[in-house]
């Protein structure tokens, strides 16, 4: 039986990335899926701020995954396909979200004509979720993740020295958020190296 390049290509990977490509596509999908959950929804979680919404987020990663998991080949570790996955669905619901609540916000406003409370956030969270959808990812990605500059740049579709730059101005937008963050009474910021 002759063998294709492509085929010795996909074969020639002996490590557990192989491996995992090969249980995409035989099936072997529900150990990756209970491998992998916990650390995506914790992606999502920490970019939404809702637990709702990072179940319903996470399905869809592990959903649309399962559906594309012919196509997996095994380059990357499966858990940076899925963290891809679920950039994308996050960066799709943000704007989605973004024209909604903007609806959303001027209905309420009218209907009981005052501002709506924000739920209480600690004020590193609260100075996160202010900065742009990018900043957020970068920062989540390789300070909450845990995520090698090589890896956020996989993730986000960005070279490593991309992610440098962007990273160094996300973190400079942090620091001066948390700067104008206001103090509850009593509470003084402590001096962090971000």
């Known amino acids: 039986m002759a063998t294709t390049g492509a085929s010795l290509k996909a074969g020639a990977h002996a490590g557990p990335q192989a491996a995992h490509a090969r249980g995409l596509v035989a ?3 529900g150990a990756v899926y209970r491998e992998h959950y916990g650390a995506i929804a914790g992606m999502i979680y ?3 701020g809702d637990a709702h919404l990072t179940e319903d987020l996470t399905s869809e990663v592990f959903v649309a995954a399962f559906l594309a998991r012919a196509s997996y080949r095994g380059e990357v570790p499966v858990l940076a396909w899925l963290r891809r996955i679920g950039q994308n669905r ?7 979200e973004a ?3 903007g609806i959303l916000r001027r209905l309420v406003m009218r209907e009981l004509d005052k501002p709506v409370p924000a739920p209480e956030l600690s004020d590193e969270l609260r100075a996160l979720h202010s900065l742009p959808a990018s900043q957020q990812t970068l920062l989540s990605l390789h300070y909450l993740e845990g995520l090698s500059l090589a890896e956020v740049g996989f993730t986000l579709g960005l070279g490593e020295q991309a992610v440098k730059s962007r990273l160094a101005r996300a973190r400079e937008a942090f620091r001066k958020q948390l700067e104008q963050e206001p103090l509850e ?4 910021h402590e001096r962090r190296r971000f």
């Open 27 to 29: 099936g072997a999908f």
């Open 46 to 48: 920490r970019r939404t």
């Open 90 to 96: 996050v960066t799709r619901w943000q704007r989605r």
């Open 99 to 101: 024209g909604l609540r």
């Open 185 to 188: 009474k009593g509470k003084t």
